[in-house]
């Protein structure tokens, strides 16, 4: 057991969250000293995520990482097809292996900061510190942040839906020109829906290099092969033949408005998707981790109790009845999403799903959809509050 010293805050896995609460806590001069453990499985950060988000084009904080940005979306379905400015913002990517080598290298050259490459078991909280468990050690800490999501938590509950938007990419190269490199291919739901929603997400890297990913927000994933059989032939319909694939990526991101928070505690608190940092209705992550990271290391200044840090808003309630329509009418996201890009403009859909809509934009959004679908749900949601 490890009874020489006591850190501050441990953290449990080193991804996106766990990289940005430290680099804020790096520039808050109350807690930059403070003894930090960062607990690891992986010791070899590749690119093992592409973080895609929207912003202002003059906002340069990511700059250094961004591989690509875009200054045009795509939406096309068998009722829409539209090809519009997203100014004044721009749609942009990120590697995640540039933004790793670069958050290890300053971890690696701050005295008080420890990285062990272990897997954590369990924890124990007492009124002052917590006890966290590894496979191989046991460590103690003012603080622990856990970012390994469990699906158990929300998989034995039937309180609140659960999708997954799940997904395979290829990167490849043409032979040809075949892509516009101004324009990302946001959603492309002409392809065959086999009762779930299903869609491209194409993301031009050049005239003839592209991520292309077959994407679902369903329950259940597919085997791998199905994912590739689709690609293939989206391909095919594009009059993409000669390609090679230079790297593949696939995952899962929980979509639900299961209240994760609910499990924090004084000294411990779920951060990132096993926190409920990802954006619900559409899979987000990367801009919601940003905003949380900073306002989590303001809260860690002037509050000790972390149970207190989240707080639940509108937008909590749009996700959850938005979901629980998509739950219930899979088959349906073609018809929603397309009738939102049809009768709402681009800008106040990135707003709304940045979260910083006004009430009237949000009435316009609701407006846009089928309303006695909708009207149906929320009497389901509040009869079940009530029993």
């Given at each position: 057991?490890?009874?020489?010293?006591?850190?501050?805050?441990?953290?449990a896995?080193?991804?996106?969250?766990t990289l940005?609460?430290?680099g804020?806590?790096l520039?808050?001069?109350?807690?930059?000293?403070?003894?930090?453990?960062?607990?690891?499985?992986?010791?070899?950060?590749?690119?093992?995520r592409?973080?895609?988000?929207?912003?202002?084009?003059?906002?340069?904080?990511?700059?250094?990482?961004?591989?690509?940005?875009?200054?045009?979306?795509q939406?096309?379905?068998?009722?829409?097809?539209?090809?519009?400015?997203?100014?004044?913002?721009?749609?942009?990517?990120?590697?995640?292996?540039?933004?790793?080598?670069?958050?290890?290298?300053?971890?690696?050259?701050?005295?008080?900061?420890?990285?062990?490459?272990?897997?954590?078991?369990?924890?124990?909280e007492?009124?002052?510190?917590?006890?966290?468990?590894?496979?191989?050690?046991t460590?103690?800490?003012?603080?622990?942040?856990?970012?390994?999501?469990?699906?158990?938590?929300?998989q034995?509950?039937?309180?609140?839906?659960?999708?997954?938007?799940?997904?395979?990419?290829?990167?490849?190269?043409?032979?040809?020109?075949?892509?516009?490199?101004?324009?990302?291919?946001?959603?492309?739901?002409?392809?065959p829906?086999?009762?779930?929603?299903?869609?491209?997400?194409?993301?031009?890297l050049?005239?003839?290099?592209?991520?292309?990913?077959?994407?679902?927000?369903?329950?259940?994933?597919?085997?791998?092969?199905?994912?590739?059989?689709?690609?293939?032939?989206?391909?095919?319909?594009?009059?993409?033949?000669?390609?090679?694939?230079?790297?593949?990526?696939?995952?899962?991101?929980?979509?639900?408005?299961?209240?994760?928070?609910?499990?924090?505690?004084?000294?411990?608190?779920?951060?990132?998707?096993?926190?409920?940092?990802?954006?619900?209705?559409?899979?987000?992550?990367?801009?919601?981790?940003?905003?949380?990271?900073?306002?989590?290391?303001?809260?860690?200044?002037?509050?000790?109790?972390?149970?207190?840090?989240?707080?639940?808003?509108?937008?909590?309630?749009?996700?959850?009845?938005?979901?629980?329509?998509?739950?219930?009418?899979?088959?349906?996201?073609?018809?929603?999403?397309?009738?939102?890009?049809?009768?709402?403009?681009?800008?106040?859909i990135?707003?709304?799903?940045?979260e910083?809509s006004?009430?009237?934009?949000?009435?316009?959004?609701?407006?846009?959809?089928p309303?006695?679908?909708?009207?149906?749900?929320?009497?389901?949601?509040?009869?079940?509050a009530?029993?």
């Open positions: 057991m490890n009874n020489e010293k006591q850190y501050t805050f441990i953290f896995g080193a991804g996106a969250a940005q609460i430290l804020n806590l520039e808050c001069p109350q807690l930059s000293n403070a003894n930090i453990l960062i607990i690891e499985q992986d010791s070899q950060k590749k690119n093992d592409t973080w895609c988000f929207w912003e202002p084009k003059e906002k340069m904080e990511w700059t250094p990482y961004v591989v690509k940005e875009w200054e045009k979306i939406f096309s379905s068998s009722s829409l097809s539209l090809n519009k400015s997203l100014s004044p913002l721009t749609y942009k990517m990120i590697r995640s292996e540039a933004y790793y080598k670069t958050m290890h290298e300053r971890i690696r050259q701050h005295r008080s900061i420890d990285v062990v490459y272990d897997a954590v078991i369990g924890h124990h007492e009124d002052e510190r917590v006890t966290v468990r590894t496979t191989n050690n460590y103690l800490g003012t603080y622990f942040f856990n970012s390994v999501f469990d699906w158990g938590l929300v034995n509950q039937k309180r609140y839906p659960v999708l997954q938007q799940h997904f395979v990419g290829w990167f490849i190269k043409t032979e040809l020109d075949h892509f516009d490199p101004t324009t990302a291919t946001f959603m492309d739901f002409c392809v829906q086999l009762g779930n929603t299903r869609f491209m997400y194409v993301l031009p050049s005239k003839n290099e592209a991520l292309v990913e077959y994407t679902l927000f369903s329950k259940d994933r597919l085997k791998r092969a199905s994912y590739e059989r689709e690609i293939r032939r989206y391909l095919n319909t594009k009059n993409i033949r000669n390609y090679t694939i230079s790297e593949t990526e696939e995952g899962s991101i929980p979509m639900t408005s299961y209240p994760f928070s609910k499990h924090n505690t004084k000294r411990v608190m779920h951060i990132g998707s096993a926190g409920g940092w990802t954006k619900a209705s559409t899979g987000f992550t990367f801009t919601f981790i940003e905003r949380k990271a900073a306002s989590l290391v303001l809260f860690l200044k002037e509050n000790k109790d972390l149970s207190l840090f989240e707080k639940r808003n509108r937008f909590w309630w749009y996700d959850l009845l938005f979901l629980d329509v998509l739950a219930r009418y899979n088959n349906k996201g073609t018809m929603l999403f397309s009738r939102l890009f049809e009768r709402t403009q681009l800008a106040t990135f707003r709304f799903l940045d910083k006004s009430l009237g934009e949000e009435v316009r959004i609701m407006r846009s959809f309303v006695g679908l909708f009207i149906m749900q929320l009497i389901r949601r509040l009869m079940r009530f029993h």
